[in-house]
């Protein structure tokens, strides 16, 4: 939600509101500090403390609409008067498939929480995955849900990195490698267990490629990081843990691609940020991630560590076919606008008031 609701803050600021209108978040932000306190101050913000919030807000009087940002707190629409307008956006619904890493209480509490869509009068969905998943496992009424996909900055991604961000020390130490860029979290949905066998298969492909990956966000499981240590090299796997955005920019920028073997996403970030950046994208093509990549990313099933070995292949030896997938990758990229989708979440606000 935070970022969700940086993004929008952004384009408010720029694009204004028309004449006579009032957004406003109930807390001037959304609850980034119950992310870093212990177990019992993150229930607190959650459940006590930003939903009084959120209540006392909705119930001004000239409040016509709310909108939450976020499933995860879809308990607010819950402190929403009769009579105003409720929207709710879902961007994925991960926890409710099987084979998700949680505990009975985690998906039960979770289902509790996203059950509460079924109070608004119009749920915005980031993808048409998304929007069949909260159709198929809330009981959404469809009439009810609208896909209305997120946005990537381009201009903040494709910008040439500040002197010091262009040249990182992990750069110096993948010199002379292809660089593979694989970031995020590091749960099982993730499929980060393929990449071994992606790396071993492109060595067979690829003999005479010096190949390395770079790691950005959470850290690998400890067995998982010796396979790849195994496979690569102990100097062949860098990981940066959770990065500032320069820092990840740059990563963009300097990657010879980005591999992303996911069996599960709402949207897919990572996909268009790469393409902004000019870095080609290697992704799988489940869930919402070809709505997301078009004809730009290069596709495989999530069990295949054949093919994304094949399409890195190439990537690192036909400069022309590299060449084709950045203008594509650049060319998808644009057509997710943050400032569409603020125009479009006005249209929203405006109908519903």
Request: proline fraction near 7%.
């Amino acid at each position: 939600m935070d970022r969700y609701w940086r993004e929008l803050e952004y384009e408010r600021r720029r694009q204004g509101v028309p004449a006579g209108w009032r957004i406003v978040s109930p807390a001037g932000e959304p609850p980034g500090e119950s992310r870093r306190g212990g177990r019992l101050v993150r229930a607190w913000h959650k459940y006590a403390g930003y939903p009084w919030l959120a209540g006392r807000a909705a119930r001004q009087p000239d409040v016509k609409v709310v909108h939450v940002l976020d499933h995860s707190f879809a308990h607010l629409l819950a402190r929403v008067p009769p009579g105003v307008f409720k929207v709710g956006t879902v961007h994925d619904l991960a926890p409710l498939h099987e084979g998700v890493e949680l505990t009975a209480d985690q998906r039960a509490r979770f289902r509790r929480t996203v059950d509460n869509l079924r109070r608004a009068d119009l749920v915005l969905a980031d993808s048409r995955h998304s929007a069949d998943d909260a159709i198929a496992l809330l009981g959404l009424a469809p009439e009810r849900m609208r896909v209305l996909p997120l946005g990537v900055c381009v201009e903040r991604f494709a910008a040439p990195a500040s002197r010091e961000a262009s040249a990182p020390p992990w750069r110096t130490q993948l010199a002379g490698k292809k660089v593979v860029l694989s970031l995020g979290l590091a749960i099982g949905r993730k499929n980060l267990e393929l990449l071994p066998a992606v790396f071993r298969e492109l060595q067979k492909a690829a003999p005479q490629e010096a190949v390395a990956l770079l790691r950005l966000g959470q850290r690998l499981p400890e067995t998982l990081r010796r396979e790849l240590d195994g496979v690569l090299g102990a100097d062949g796997v860098i990981e940066l843990g959770y990065a500032p955005e320069e820092e990840l920019v740059a990563a963009y920028q300097h990657a010879d691609a980005l591999i992303f073997p996911s069996r599960i996403e709402g949207f897919g970030f990572p996909v268009l940020e790469a393409m902004a950046a000019g870095c080609p994208v290697v992704c799988t093509d489940v869930t919402s991630l070809p709505e997301v990549g078009g004809e730009a990313a290069l596709y495989f099933g999530p069990d295949d560590p054949a093919r994304p070995a094949e399409h890195l292949r190439r990537l690192f030896t036909d400069e022309g076919f590299r060449r084709e997938r950045v203008r594509l990758g650049q060319e998808q990229a644009a057509r997710f606008s943050w400032r569409e989708h603020y125009r479009k979440l006005l249209d929203i606000y405006r109908q519903g008031a």
